[in-house]
């Protein structure tokens, strides 16, 4: 019996020993993703261009309409673009109205999406803020919707990615530190599905 009880200890003890292994692991992979998804985002958010104001203006405008914007209008310093879709609301309504209205039913409603892009001057270059919503929600039978799903928030990091790409001429650099983490985490990381790919995670 104590010899079964011991057997059942040491197997506890493996198990355990694993799922700390697997859950540290697991612990050290997110660290090093936020750790790379912080200074991927203060790189993007607060780089600047050393760029002429027509040229950043037409880059920006190349995106835009590479996602199917509209241009709204435009000034020295300030340009809007927006989008019309189509995604899926929840109605507010009252819990005993009729089917189509009642309370939680998912219906599509269709809005435009605003975007506005700042450009000003930061020590002679070029720094761009960007603000956007979603406006003029209409539906057929009501406007009583209370969330919106799908698509309907822009990317913002997309459109600075692609700024950073076009005007400085390469992607983000990781510093010499975060490359060292990466390859010392994918070097002990014996499952390929696990690893931090570049192109996907940095």
Known sequence: MQHLILKMKIALTIILALYLSVNTFAQHRRAIIKQIDRFRNAELYNATFDIELDSLKNILSQYFIQQNYKKMSESDSMMRFYIRKNVAGVRRGEPHAFAN????RYTICGIRVDVSVLITNVEGKKKVFVS???VNYTINASTNI??????????????RTFLYIKCLGSS???????YAMVNDYN????????????????
Request: net charge positive; glycine share 10%.
């Open 172 to 178: 983000i650099q990781m510093p010499p530190e975060l």
């Open 101 to 104: 209205n009642r309370r939680g």
């Open 132 to 134: 956007s919503a979603a």
């Open 146 to 159: 209370y969330t919106l799903g799908g698509s309907h928030r822009f990317d913002e990091l997309s459109l």
């Open 187 to 202: 070097f002990n990381q014996t499952k390929e599905r696990k690893k931090l790919i570049q192109g996907r995670h940095y």
